[in-house]
């Protein structure tokens, strides 16, 4: 039985319909992220869900109970904003014992669960701080506190590692994801950087245009995008045009050459023109054995990234990037030399027509 | 406080033109703001003979000038919390949301035409809407058959001039206190009702105290603005009201008090009141300013 | 939700009610002056006055005078204390500041004690030298907003490069100043100016503790004396009041509209 059940959720402003018909089940515990690009209705969707914005149609169910038309303070959600939402008029240990001082609670069982969620965070010592002595990375932890010391059924994070620098960024969300995983509670997480969703998550939402395109786990997202936009969204990608030759053998043709997918292709006719995808880390230089696709092109670019390397080959009129792990015996390919690319068949990814 | 520009000279320059730029400024500062302040403060403390006496600040202790300047601070203070209180929920309704997107800047730009329209021009606006024979009165006769100077009603009275200063005062207000309020962060509510606040709660907890500062201080100001003006008082009432400023100019015009160094005292007060309210002005606002960076 | 907007709605309304009412009413009052009929009669009564004419060309004048005189003490001190001086912002602060905490009433007696017949420097034995006392009055009058609107437009733009970059290219400081700097903070100076003039142009503590004709004493000599014309001149300080702070809207607008 999933703890959070939206249904047919829809949400307009006006004529702009900013989410269309959405479904999701959450299961307790779980770690859901909404990854989209900025106007793609996630954020709006987890305003839903607190209970900021209301639905133009469609429900919510939390923990069985129906929530869609309840106040947010009645929701039993905690949540995070995108950066320095703490109230600057109150120090640490205020802001995190705001919920429970107005829900009433005597001073001693603040003060105990104050410092408890202080050790959680590890500033066991900057409760009596004001949130402009903190950095950014700080404030955040203790906005995260002040979301949980109410002891909440679900935890809402609206991008709250956007605004932090770099480092700070995957320290703090590594922090996120033990603290949720100790506390088992369940999570929605809504970001825009493709990484960060990936690496933290349970499921992932692809929202795209007010839909999602594709639920499911970061590899499944990964590996074997649903949609074009998806494939495009999440990580980089070599987008080609290709020929079906034969449907039901799994043949194609890329600029002339012949390949082969295990992908399903039942969808299209003799000669229909598709688009596939390849990853760069997918391809290796050279040619492959009679399982392996193989192309050959020429060296346009080789372009040193650090920890990677990545080559630009042509073929005769698409190119494609492929990237190599840096390796100082490596021989650097020349460019203007012919180069061959091979592939395994099932990392050759069909797109629908979408 | 001298004026020491001179060890700042850059060694790039031969012509030390910061000094040279800086220079007009400070005379002019000193000639015409810090001395005459200085001579009526030292005057203050002085006797006809030129030595140190407090006996004009004694003098200050009669009940006429001491009724001057209650009758003064009670305006301003009237004038600035009323002020305030309305400038601050106009300023709030303005910008808030939920009303129409050109409210704003209209609000903004009246307020900016309002707060400068002081003086005898809004004496003479005042007269003309409730003085005996103005608009409102009339209206007020006609529609209702009631005279409001039958019921005790003048405009040359302590409501009469604070209303009157509320024209100014308000609109002065909306101008200082909009960026306060534009300063209070949507997820600030969001954050406090989603923790379970009303938004009595929110506005006792976390706007109130947020605001506070920038309110007060406001209300400081508007208080300082009041307490100074003249023209306005003057001109609705000629010397009728004894207002502390109104006192001043007539001992000013015509030395009434036949003591030069009791003006003095009486300006000394002055200053040391708008100075006291100023004070705390500033300490205000290093506070707030500590909160919000 | 609902209730909360009728709040605003009421709050803008009574606002609109008790600002716009005095407008009316003096507009009204100003028509009466012929019984029974709406005219003109006051401001053409007013319009005519000699007195009036010489009382509102001394103050345009005095008021041109002091932004000019104004900006050319302020301008320079603020562009030097921005660029090297930055040790004597707090003292600048403070005096830009003091004219709001020292009454004006105040700091004219003070002229009038300092300045009188009998001092070291009488600059009340002639009209000209009181004319003088009164633009500096004006400018202590000016000074928070004109050194505010200035040092704005200076933060608004990197003083210290454009200074530095002009240096490299053999520049004088005048030069800076003049071909530089001036053009690029002329609209802060302008709402400046526009500020200045609208509350130098009917001032009456200073011009009337002087003894000087100018606009604002006229307009309390007129409003203790007649009854319909006050009105007309409520309408014309107000209109040019209106006037002055379009024109910095107006200059700001551009401003930010130049800016990519």
């Known amino acids: 039985m999933s703890f959070i059940e939206i249904s047919h959720l829809r949400k307009s402003f006006g004529a702009n319909t900013v989410v269309h018909d959405f479904d999701l089940s959450i299961d307790k515990g779980e770690f859901v992220s909404f990854l989209g690009p900025s106007g793609c209705g996630k954020t709006t969707i987890l305003r839903m869900i607190a209970g900021f914005e209301t639905a133009s149609a469609g429900a919510i169910q939390i923990g069985g109970t129906e929530v869609t038309h309840l106040p947010p303070s009645r929701r039993k959600v905690g949540m995070v904003f995108q950066a320095y939402a703490l109230f600057p008029n109150l120090t640490v240990a205020g802001n995190i014992g705001f919920g429970l001082k107005i829900a009433g609670k005597d001073k001693g069982e603040i003060d105990a669960r104050v410092a408890e969620m202080l050790e959680l965070i590890k500033l066991p010592d900057l409760g009596s ?14 906005a995260l506190a002040r979301a949980l010391a109410v002891k909440p059924e679900v935890l809402l994070l609206d991008e709250p590692l956007s605004a932090l620098d770099a480092k700070i960024r ?24 493709q990484e960060e969703a990936l690496s933290i998550s349970d499921r992932i939402v692809v929202m795209n245009e007010g839909r999602a395109d594709q639920i499911g786990t970061p590899s499944d997202i990964y590996n074997n995008p649903a949609t074009r936009f998806v494939a495009s969204f999440v990580g980089t990608l070599n987008l080609l045009e290709a020929r079906v030759v034969d449907p039901a053998a799994g043949r ?6 012949p390949v082969m997918t295990t992908r399903d292709l039942s969808a299209f006719g003799i000669a229909d023109e598709t688009t596939v995808a390849l990853r760069p880390e997918a391809l290796t230089l050279g040619d492959g054995n009679g399982d392996r696709n193989t192309l050959s092109g020429t060296v346009e670019e080789v372009a040193f990234l650090g920890a990677v390397i990545r080559v630009r080959v042509r073929l005769s009129e698409a190119r494609l990037s492929l990237d190599l792990f840096n390796d100082p015996a490596l021989q650097l390919p020349r460019i203007g030399a012919p180069a061959a690319i091979s592939f395994k068949r099932e990392d050759l990814l069909v797109m629908d027509r979408r | 406080m001298a004026v020491s520009a001179s060890p700042a000279r850059p060694p790039r320059l031969r012509v030390p033109w910061a000094v040279v730029g800086v220079a007009p400024f400070m005379a002019f500062a000193v000639l015409f703001l810090i001395l005459p302040t200085l ?4 005057g ?3 006797d006809k003979a030129g030595s140190f006496t407090l006996a004009n600040l004694g003098s200050l202790w009669t009940p006429t000038i001491l009724a001057s300047y209650w009758i003064s601070i009670k305006i301003s203070v009237a004038s600035a919390v009323l002020g305030a209180a309305i400038g601050a929920f106009i300023a709030y309704a303005a910008v808030s949301g939920g009303l129409p997107h050109w409210i704003r800047p209209t609000v903004m730009t009246f307020s900016g035409v309002a707060s400068q329209f002081a003086g005898v021009p809004l004496a003479f606006a005042f007269l003309a809407t409730l003085g005996r024979q103005g608009l409102v009165t009339l209206f007020l006769t006609w529609i209702f058959g009631v005279n409001i100077y039958a019921h005790g009603f003048n405009l040359l009275s302590f409501w009469g001039l604070t209303i009157t200063y509320l024209y100014f005062q308000i609109p002065l207000m909306v101008l200082i206190v909009t960026p306060a309020i534009e300063g209070l962060r949507k997820e600030w509510r969001e954050a406090a009702t989603i923790l379970g606040a009303s938004t009595w709660q929110y506005w006792r907890h976390i706007a109130g105290p947020v605001l506070m500062p920038s309110f007060l201080g406001a209300t400081l100001l508007l208080f300082a603005n009041a307490f100074g003006a003249i023209a306005t008082a003057y001109a609705l009432t000629g010397s009728s009201l004894n207002i502390v400023t109104i006192l001043l100019y007539a001992q000013i015009r015509g030395d009434v008090l036949h003591d030069q160094n009791l003006g003095y005292a009486i300006a000394f007060g002055m200053i040391v009141i708008t100075g006291l309210s100023n004070l705390c002005y500033i300490l205000l606002r290093v506070r707030s300013e500590r909160w919000l960076k | 939700m609902k209730t909360n907007r009728l709040g605003h709605w009421l709050a803008i309304f009574f606002g609109t009610l008790y600002f716009l009412l005095p407008l009316v009413a003096t507009f009204e009052f100003s028509l009466r002056k012929l019984r029974g009929v709406y005219s003109f009669e006051a401001y053409r009564v007013v319009l005519a006055d000699p007195q009036f004419q010489s009382s509102f060309v001394y103050s345009v004048v005095l008021a041109v005078i002091t932004i000019v005189f104004g900006m050319a003490i302020i301008v320079p001190m603020a562009y030097f204390v921005e660029l090297r001086l930055r040790k004597l912002r707090p003292f600048v602060e403070f005096v830009t500041l003091l004219p709001l905490v020292v009454p004006a009433i105040v700091i004219v007696f003070g002229y009038l004690r300092l300045y009188n017949s009998s001092s070291l420097l009488p600059l009340t034995n002639t009209s000209t030298g009181t004319s003088f006392l009164l633009t500096c009055g004006y400018v202590t009058l000016a000074l928070p907003y004109m050194y505010r609107s200035v040092e704005t437009g200076l933060r608004a733009i990197d003083v210290r490069t454009l200074t530095e970059a002009a240096e490299s290219l053999g520049a004088s400081a005048g030069t800076i100043i003049w071909r530089i700097i001036l053009p690029n903070i002329r609209s802060a100076m302008l709402s400046g100016a526009f500020l200045t003039f609208a509350i130098v142009i009917g001032e009456f503590t200073f011009a009337s503790l002087l003894n000087r004709p100018a606009f604002g004493p006229y307009l309390q000599l007129i409003g203790a004396n007649r009854a319909y014309e006050p009105a007309a001149l409520a309408v014309m300080a107000f209109m040019i009041t209106w006037a002055c702070m379009g024109l910095i809207q107006v200059i700001s607008r551009n401003t930010v509209a130049a800016r990519p």
Request: avoid cysteine; hydrophobic fraction near 40%.
């Open chain 1, 129 to 142: 701080r004001y949130p402009y002595q903190l950095s950014g990375g700080q404030q955040q932890r203790v």
């Open chain 1, 170 to 193: 995957v320290s703090l969300r590594e922090e996120i994801r033990a603290l949720q995983r100790d506390l088992g509670i369940t999570t929605v997480f809504v970001t825009h950087d």
């Open chain 1, 252 to 257: 194609l043709s890329i600029d002339g050459q």
């Open chain 2, 39 to 42: 001579f009526l403060v030292v």
């Open chain 2, 44 to 46: 203050a403390f002085q």
